[in-house]
């Protein structure tokens, strides 16, 4: 069961739909097929590769990176997609721990693989995308399509690594058809002629979610980067657009399309959030401009884009308590996904309770590529423990309160930072905000909130001091305000707050 055999499908059945549009080229459904399977081949003679081998993919987002995604497959390789944005160093490290021997790199890459990744294996082999000997290996016999067995690997996606070294989670064929069949079931049918717009890296989430968009016969639109005038004039040129979004992009979309006079996003579909939490107030806002077409979605790396959701249907209410309740939560679990909360003995917690998120389904990973030790941590009796905090109510519906390293104990209690940043961003003027703790030689630990103010408005400490007790328990408010121009951010748009630890542990010392 190779995943690629589905593209080779679509290619007799919709010849000549539009596949992949980026701003260089157009390919159809048989123009992609007919590059993937002669690159296939050329891949293949390179080095004798075998069935199963890594091969790194350092790209951009770009026609190549889909080509070469599918090349690999239909060669029986294993691909690493990993995010354009890391250092070399980072890149080293991966292709290093997963032992690839190919690297496939973007043209602006080409000098950097070449001085920091070549040092790492004898053997390593690097091809430039867009090359002459890219083109020649692109231009050869047609290789078919290798017969796989569902459980062997296609993709290793590895962890961003804000607590040590990433890990690669490793996705099967069988993981990635139940995603794309998982896509169909809850999110939305897909039909040529629909559009997937990409401006989120093709190696995360926007590239996972362009599997059931281009095997449901779907065109993929390829953007080079997040742009938000762009993207709401993609909503007016195409038809019925989809799109992968973080929160920050969402949010600035909306800003953009409230100074803009044509209609927001004429032709938008479905606007699919997750990697992230999204406030209920930004969601309200976004709702305001852009209608009823949101979808989120909860999940990990390790099960890529499929635990939980809320559907369109759901974000729609009269924002009484209820409707904001459920705004907050994270929807239910999809299909063929099974969610407890648990305790730290496992055992399972009662509606409401706190604990630990676990899961189980056909979506769920082997386990991390060549480390059995942090394999047996996440994975036990047949479930993934996510190291996510969450709650499920009576109806099912869960709520996700922090991750487990985020979540603060001041004066022996349990403190969420998330629960405090939904109601500072209440505050008319707080554009964004985000809670870490930091060390208190009394109670452990004390929660500090770091602010993001709209431009020309000023908000005080006591404000703010008085907005939190207003909703939350006094011992949850932050004990310090800290205001700031903006946010740390990773290249997927999430706040990193591993930096404002960081800021924190420089500015002030460790109680004594």
């Known amino acids: 069961m190779n995943i690629a055999l589905q593209l080779l499908n679509r290619a007799r059945q919709y010849t000549d739909a539009p596949a992949v549009t980026d701003s260089n080229r157009a390919l159809s459904f048989a123009a992609l097929a007919d590059r993937a399977s002669r690159l296939a081949g050329g ?12 091969v790194v993919l350092w790209m951009e987002n770009s026609a190549e990176f889909i080509e070469s995604l599918f090349a690999c497959w239909i060669a029986g390789l294993c691909v690493v997609p990993v995010n354009p944005k890391l250092h070399g160093r980072e890149v080293a490290h991966i292709r290093s721990d997963c032992a690839a021997r190919l690297v496939i790199a973007s043209e602006c890459f080409a000098q950097t693989a070449h001085e920091q990744l070549l040092s790492t ?16 290996l692109a231009e050869g016999p047609p290789m078919p399509c290798q017969v796989l067995e569902p ?3 296609a993709w290793i996606f590895y962890t961003s690594g804000t607590t040590g070294f990433p890990k690669g989670a490793v996705l099967s064929h069988r993981n990635l058809l139940f995603m794309v069949m998982s896509y169909y079931s809850d999110i939305e049918q897909v039909h040529p002629g629909d559009t997937m717009l990409h401006t989120a890296p093709l190696s ?5 979610y362009m599997l059931p968009h281009l095997l449901g016969g779907g065109h993929q639109v390829v953007l080079d980067r997040f742009d938000a005038p762009a993207v709401l004039e993609a909503c007016r040129r195409y038809e019925r657009v989809s799109m992968f979004a973080v929160p920050t992009m969402i949010t600035r979309l909306v800003a953009q399309a409230r100074q803009e006079t044509s209609p927001a996003a004429p032709n938008l579909r479905t606007f699919i959030y997750g990697g992230a939490p999204m406030y209920v107030a930004d969601l309200l806002d976004a709702l305001d401009v852009f209608g009823n077409r949101f979808y989120q979605l909860y999940g990990q790396g390790e099960t890529p884009m499929t635990i939980s959701g809320l559907n369109q249907r759901e ?3 009269t924002r009484d308590a209820a409707h904001l309740a459920r705004l907050a939560t994270c929807g239910v679990a999809r299909t063929g996904v099974q969610i407890r909360v648990v305790g730290e003995d496992g055992r399972d917690l009662g509606p409401g309770e706190i604990g630990e998120i676990i899961v189980r389904s056909d979506c769920v990973m082997s386990g991390y590529w060549n480390n059995p030790q942090a394999t047996a941590v996440a994975l036990r009796d047949g479930w993934l423990w996510t190291g996510d905090i969450g709650t499920l109510d009576e109806a099912g519906y869960l709520a996700l309160c922090d991750r487990s390293k985020d979540m603060l104990i001041s004066g022996g209690s349990n403190i969420y930072p998330r629960e405090i940043e939904e109601v500072l961003l209440r505050h008319p003027h707080v554009v964004e905000c985000s809670v870490v ?3 208190h030689k009394d109670l452990g630990e004390e929660p500090v909130a770091f602010v993001v103010v709209a431009d020309g408005t000023a908000v005080s400490p006591d404000d703010l001091d008085a907005l939190c007790l207003e909703h939350i328990a ?8 800290r205001f700031v121009a903006s946010l740390p951010k990773s290249s997927y748009g999430k706040i990193l707050k591993t930096e404002l630890r960081k800021w924190l542990a ?6 004594s």
């Open 43 to 54: 891949l293949a003679d390179m080095g004798q590769r075998r069935p199963g081998e890594r």
């Open 121 to 136: 294996g004898h053997d390593l082999q690097i091809l430039i995308a867009g090359s002459a000997q890219y083109h020649s």
């Open 151 to 153: 459980v062997e690997p």
């Open 204 to 208: 995360h989430g926007s590239g996972q």
């Open 315 to 317: 974000h729609a209410g």
């Open 437 to 439: 703790g930091q060390p």
């Open 474 to 481: 006094r011992f949850k408010r932050p004990r310090e305000y």
């Open 506 to 511: 420089a500015q002030n010392p460790q109680p």
